[in-house]
Structures are given as structure tokens and as C-alpha cells.
């Protein structure tokens, strides 16, 4: 397994832990692949019925990651978005029960994979943004209005609010808070015990959500695919930064 990904099994749950808290477990290029690689394999375990992703450090995952953004092409960072709503529809319609455990901040992308799972684990220090629409990508908003309403998450996204986790519980987004010290000790005191066979419960899944990846997908490349996309991600991030030099808090990723 790659450093930026750790992994292990606690009962007959897989923890997947993003590894890189130095960059408050953004989501570069490297670290999506590396997720979307791990997932796939524990899918694949028989002797696995629950997954949790966690992050490093003080945040769960800051979004997507802006280090060296000026080099990169359109096309490559429309790749990257791409890669990204992929790992969301492959959480989506897992065939296991999927579990995020926010702390910090669960940001941008880092928000999107945790409304995309079924347990929905916040800390009190917790926050969550959705910033993508200020630089004009649509990703993770269907998911995000099945958890919270259309008319919650269309105030979240365009204003680019800063959520609690009293309001992510309250609104629908989070499933509990909890003050569990880690995600393991969360699996091993208060993960619900599965009931059903992994096969009835990969059927009860399928019965119960559409599958719309393709809509999805197509929602997110007309959005991003407007030229100017980098320019666009670079005065956002620019923005960002000079807003927190005045001290307010801002979300530089997204």
C-alpha cells in the first residue's frame, strides 16, 4: 500500500486512512488513484462488510489539492475532477456499507466523500464546505441534496457556507457526532452489527438508488469543461489566501 494510503482491518471492517496530514490530506492526483485502488480491493474482500475512510492528522481531507495548479492544463485538471466523481460514484454504490469519519475540516472533495457515504461519523470540531461553485464545478450536488434537501444544500454550495457539526447533524449530512477518540474505537463500540448477507445487502442498495454516475458525470464535465478552468482555480485560490491574510478563515482548498 502506498504511504499517502493506510490500511487495516478492525473485526470485519477495513479502515482507509488518507495519509499525507502535512497537506491536510488533500486530494492530489496521486492520493485519488491510490483511494479509488484501495477501495477496490476491499470491495473485493469477502471477509469485509463495512468500510471507513478517515484522514491523518487533524482533518479527514481539505479537498482537492492546488500544489503546482499554474503547470497543470485544463484537460489535466478536468482529468483530475473526472478521477474524483468517479471515487464519489464508486463510494455511492459500493457493494459494502461505507462510513466516514470527519475531524477538522472535511472540505470541497473531502465533504463530497463523506455525504457519499452511509455513515456519517462528525467530531465537534468538525466543519464541512462545499467551494467547488465558486470556481464554477458542479460535483457531488445530487449526492449532497439526497442527504440535506435541495433547498439546504443549494444555500451551502453557493454560498460557499462554513458548517458545524451541530448543523451537519441537524440538516442530515452527518449521521452522528460522536467523541470517539478514532474511527476504530467508533467500528468497535458503536458500528451497528450487519444483519443480512453482504449479497442482500449489495441487492438492497441497488434497489434503492438509482444509478445516475452517468448524469452525474455529465453534470460535472459540462461545468468544468468551460475554458479557463485553471484560470478560474487560481484566482479562486488567490482570492482565498488574500481574504485569510485579514483573518477571516477561508478554504484555499477546494
Known amino acids: 500500500m502506498s504511504a499517502l494510503i493506510s490500511r487495516k482491518i478492525v473485526e470485519r471492517s477495513a479502515i482507509v486512512e488518507l495519509n499525507q496530514p502535512e497537506r491536510g490530506n488533500a486530494l492530489s492526483v496521486e492520493m485519488v488513484r491510490e483511494l479509488r485502488y484501495a477501495l477496490q480491493e476491499v470491495f473485493a474482500d469477502q471477509n469485509v462488510d463495512t468500510v471507513a475512510i478517515s484522514g491523518a492528522g487533524r482533518n479527514l481531507c481539505t479537498g482537492f489539492d492546488l500544489a503546482g495548479l499554474e503547470d497543470q492544463s485544463d484537460g489535466d485538471i478536468l482529468l483530475r475532477f473526472v478521477e474524483i466523481e468517479l471515487l464519489l460514484s464508486e463510494i455511492w454504490h459500493a457493494p459494502i456499507r461505507t462510513a466516514a469519519f470527519a475531524t477538522g475540516r472535511t472540505w470541497g472533495a473531502g465533504a463530497d466523500i463523506f455525504a457519499a457515504c452511509d455513515f456519517r461519523i462528525a467530531k465537534s470540531t468538525a466543519t464541512f464546505r462545499f467551494p467547488g461553485a465558486g470556481f464554477g464545478i458542479v460535483l457531488g450536488t445530487r449526492r449532497l441534496c439526497t442527504r440535506v434537501g435541495e433547498t439546504t444544500a443549494r444555500r451551502w454550495i453557493a454560498a460557499n457556507e462554513e458548517i458545524g457539526a451541530g448543523e451537519a447533524r441537524s440538516a442530515g449530512l452527518a449521521t452522528d457526532l460522536t467523541e470517539r477518540e478514532s474511527v476504530e474505537s467508533w467500528i468497535t463500540a458503536d458500528l451497528p452489527k450487519l444483519t443480512v448477507q453482504r449479497a442482500t445487502l449489495n441487492d438492497i442498495y441497488r434497489a434503492s438508488r438509482p444509478d445516475l454516475r452517468d448524469q452525474d458525470l455529465a453534470s460535472l464535465v459540462r461545468s468544468a469543461a468551460a475554458p479557463g478552468l485553471r484560470d478560474r482555480i487560481v484566482a479562486?485560490?488567490?482570492?482565498?489566501?488574500?481574504?485569510?491574510?485579514?483573518?477571516?478563515?477561508v478554504a484555499p482548498d477546494a
Open 236 to 249: 479562486y485560490a488567490n482570492s482565498a489566501r488574500r481574504v485569510g491574510a485579514s483573518g477571516r478563515r
